[in-house]
């Protein structure tokens, strides 16, 4: 009898998923947090990690991160990148785990978009009719 799989896409990530790229993500802060990479710009930098999500089958880290200040973004990203085979290999001896993912570093903008939100938000249009339904409510 065959087995059908069934892509994770467009639903949420299992509980599985979600332990796994909390390790993952609590490993590569480690690593950076401790100065474990070599290489002049991550030297240079605070880095953050916010997220990482994996894959159904945990064969695919995709890791968020977003440099201190929010400058050097595309440097700091191309560093992780260059780095990334001693990066795997150091996720792979701290977080157990049958294959170790194969890593993807992405730029968090979720601040840039709720400073987006934010600035909505102000807008006199938005304000007018906050206003607008405050005065209708009472």
């Keep these: 009898m065959p087995r059908h799989h069934q892509k994770n896409s467009g639903r949420e990530a299992s509980q599985r998923q979600l332990r796994v790229g909390e390790s993952v993500r609590h490993a590569i802060a480690e690593i950076l947090a401790q100065g474990g990479v070599h290489d002049p710009v991550l030297e240079g930098h605070l880095v953050t ?66 400073e987006r939100i934010e600035k909505l938000l102000r807008t006199p249009a938005v304000q007018r009719d906050l206003q607008h339904d405050s005065d209708e409510s009472e």
């Design 49 to 114: 990690v916010p997220e990482v999500r994996m894959s159904p089958d945990l064969k695919l880290a995709t890791i968020y991160v977003m440099p201190l200040g929010g400058r050097d973004t595309e440097l700091v990203l191309k560093a992780l990148d260059h780095n990334k085979k001693f990066l795997r290999g150091e996720v792979s001896r701290r977080v157990n785990l049958k294959f170790a993912p194969e890593l993807r570093f992405r730029a968090d903008d979720r601040f840039d978009e709720a």
